[in-house]
Structures are given as C-alpha cells and as structure tokens.
C-alpha cells in the first residue's frame, strides 16, 4: 500500500509547521512519496515564497539590483532549518539562483525555486530522497502538459526508490528548460505521483478539515463534506468552491484513486473524501452549495420563435463573435435567455445586441445584470422525490425571487438565478432546509 501526500504552503511555512508534517508522514508508514507546496503564509499579512520570488524576478527583468530581495527568500529557508536543527546549507543552491537569475532563465524557472528548495529542505529532514521535479515531470513543445512521457519515467524512476520526495508545481519544457503549471499546481503534481506509483489513495494536506457544505463566509460553521464524487467536486469548483487545482483531479480520477483533503493542524480530522462512486448515501439529500455573483441575463423575444429553426445558432454566434462563453441557456416558447458573465459581457453589450438583431432578427431584446447564480449539488437528490419543491418553498419563505432555474439532466444540479443583492440569502434558505433542519 503505498500514499502519495502533498502539502500545501501554509503546512511548510515555518519549522513548527514542518514538524507537524514530519509526524504526519512518520505516523504511517504507507505515507512514501511526498509533494511539497513552497513555504506558504506565516499570517495573513506575510508573503508567499511564490510570490517573493515572482517579484524578485520582476527586478531581475526591470535590470534592478535584486540581491536584497533574494536574501530575503534565503532567510526564509534559514529559519526552517536553523528551528529543525538541519545540518544543511542553501548557500551553494543560492548562488546559482542568482546566476541564473543574471542569465535571465526565465519567470518559471524563478517562481519553480520556492518547491525545489523545500524539497530539498523536506527530504533532508525526513531522510528522503530527493527527486528534482524537472527530471520526472515534463510538458509539450507547445506548453501543454506531456502524461504520457512522465508517467513513464516518473513511474520508472520511483520505482527504484522506497522513499522520496518530488517538489511540486513545475517540470522541464522539451529544451531542458523549466516550466511551471499555473498557479496552485503542485496539487497537480501530487495528482501526477500518485498516478505513476498507483497509490491506494492521494492525501491532500491542506490548512482546512476537506470541503465545507457552503461558503463559511456565508453560514455560520457548515458542517463538512465527508465525501463528494469527481462529478459532484467539478459542479461545485465550477461555480466557485475551492480548495483544490481543477486540473489535479484528472490523473486520478483516471486511475481511480481517491483523494482525501486533510488538515495538517487537525490531522485527527477525517477531511473530505473524494471518489469516483460510491454506494453510500450521502448524509443530507444535497452534497453541497456554491455559486457566483456578476452575470447577465440577455432575454431575446421573437413570435413563433419555436418554429425557426436554426434560431438559437444565430443568437449564438453573436456571442461566439463578440468572444463571449455563456453559462446558460434556459428558453421559453417565444423567448430564449442566455446567461453571460458581466465583466466579460459590459464591454461589448451593445456589439452583441447589434450581432444578435442582425443575425436572428427578433422583436425585442432585455438586459438584466447584477445576477448570481446558485449550484444546489448532490447525487442524493436523484433518488429523493420534491428537491426542487423544498428548494422552492425555502427561498419563497425567504423572501427571495427566483429568476432561473436549470436542473442539468444528470440531475445531479440545479442552478438558480436570483439577484446579486439576495445571494447570500438564497444560500441560508437553501442551507437551512437541508441542513439545519434536516428536512
Ligand atoms: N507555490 C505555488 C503557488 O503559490 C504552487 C502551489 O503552492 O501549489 O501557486
């Protein structure tokens, strides 16, 4: 049995943090492989080491004198190691970032130091190996990530390893050179591990108990998720709930290896299971809320709407001219709205009108803006009768009006459109029903 953990920046940001990993990973000896994040916040007025080092390079780029900026960063690694008592020196590894930094390597190359320093940092205190990331991990000429090439080395060189550690978020571009994913990618990483040394289960470590039933900054202590499907997470990260990369859930999920989210300050905690299916109901009929302020509604009308055919390509490729995704659809039967998002939509709101009237010619056309969408998500909610009606019956009692409503046909969603001004209300109502009350 072997588990791949990854820890995030708020679990290495310091050595008392790092101590509570080490006892993390020594309390199961399945725990083999390890993925680091770089040294996190301290509080919430401190700085990321991502992000010192994006802007030390910004003065590399701007041909400014860097080498305070970078003391800074050392300093950092100095006070991890100086507080576990390491008998190990960065000095060496500093001097040739800051070579290479004179060589201008590159944005990826410097924001990529934060995970690599800290895994060696990791692996000298756990007594590890260290695997350097770009050695195993690798992307396409055209940046896009290669899975089958690092799957192959990756899996043959952990292979002949019993325990290492593979510092997260970036890996090496066809010319040798170094390339991160986007930002929060070493979950990704931590996906990519798990997968090449078939895991029995991917723990994520992060600075919270796994996923939340609701946004905590809307309800009042929600109660956890303690398990979620793939599909159900990708409902709700798409409407906003986060906790992880989006894109770290693929390589498992097709490997069918399931991801705990735990938290390194409560590690008694159970955290969120993520799953590809499951037998078990789920304790309350919907799994979890999320949703989005700042859409638009642009209504179009035109009698007899229904009887055109081809008239929802047109109104579309008004929007596909202007450059706009939309989010939904919901039409009636002379009537068809599409639900787009405002920051995107402002700018060219009368450009699409003037492409929709000169494409599909209708009577009228309304804008609405201010809008929120809601995402009510649960596979619960397929096997019990009236959801939708409970739903309903909650947001009318709470005074709030219900301007959309879309149950996707896995009926595994619906999405409620309310205004801006009556989200958070929406979400209690809907939380209270199901939740609190239980009904
Ligand atoms: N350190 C990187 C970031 O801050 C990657 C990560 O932590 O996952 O985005």
């Given at each position: 049995m072997i588990k791949v953990v990854k820890f995030g920046g708020s679990s290495l940001a310091s050595a008392e943090q790092f101590a509570k990993v080490g006892k993390i990973i020594h309390?199961?000896?399945?725990?083999r492989y390890v993925v680091p994040s770089a040294p996190g916040k301290r509080n919430a007025k401190d700085t990321k080491v991502t992000d010192m080092l994006y802007a030390c390079y910004e003065m590399v780029e701007r041909e400014e004198d860097f080498r305070v900026q970078l003391m800074k960063i050392k300093e950092r690694y100095d006070s991890i190691m100086n507080g576990l008592h390491?008998?190990?020196?960065?000095e060496e590894e500093f001097r040739k970032i800051s070579d290479n930094f004179k060589n201008k390597m590159g944005e990826d190359y410097a924001a990529s130091r934060g995970e690599y320093l800290n895994g060696i940092v990791m692996a000298n205190y756990l007594g590890y190996e260290f695997v350097d990331a770009a050695e195993v991990i690798f992307f396409h000429e055209d940046g896009s990530f290669d899975a089958e090439q690092t799957n192959t080395v990756l899996k043959a060189r952990l292979e002949q390893i019993e325990r290492a550690v593979v510092p997260g978020f970036y890996g090496s571009m066809p010319d040798g050179s170094i390339k991160t994913f986007s930002r929060g990618g070493s979950d990704i990483t931590g996906s990519i591990v798990a997968k090449a040394v078939h895991a029995t289960c991917y723990e994520n470590w992060t600075d919270v108990s796994g996923f939340l039933i609701a946004d905590p900054s809307i309800i009042d202590n929600p109660k956890p998720i303690k398990t979620i499907t793939y599909r159900e997470l990708r409902e709700l990260s798409y409407m906003g709930a986060s906790v992880?990369?989006?894109?770290?859930v693929f390589p498992v999920r097709k490997a069918g290896i399931p991801i705990n989210i735990r938290n390194t300050n409560a590690p008694e905690d159970e955290g969120t299971w993520i799953v590809e299916s499951t037998c078990h109901q789920p304790?309350?009929?919907?799994t979890g809320i999320a949703g989005k302020k700042g859409f638009v509604s642009v209504s179009i009308d035109k009698d007899m709407m229904n009887a055109e055919v081809g008239f929802g390509r047109k109104v579309l490729s008004a929007f596909e001219d202007n450059g706009i995704s939309f989010e939904h659809i919901p039409s009636g039967i002379d009537t068809m709205t599409v639900f787009v998002h405002q920051p995107e939509f402002e700018g060219r709101e009368q450009s699409v009108i003037s492409s929709i009237h000169r494409y599909a010619k209708p009577d009228s056309i309304e804008l609405e803006g201010d809008l929120a969408l809601i995402a009510v998500v649960g596979r619960g909610m397929r096997s019990t009768r009236g959801t939708a009606g409970r739903i309903f019956s909650a947001l009318a009692h709470a005074s709030v009006n219900v301007k959309m409503i879309d149950q996707g046909s896995s009926e595994l969603n619906i999405i409620i459109g309310v205004s801006n001004a009556d989200f958070e209300n929406a979400i209690k109502a809907i939380y209270d029903i199901f939740v609190t009350t239980r009904l």
């Open positions: 309390s199961d000896k399945e725990r390491l008998k190990l020196s960065l992880l990369h989006e894109d770290s304790e309350f009929t919907i």
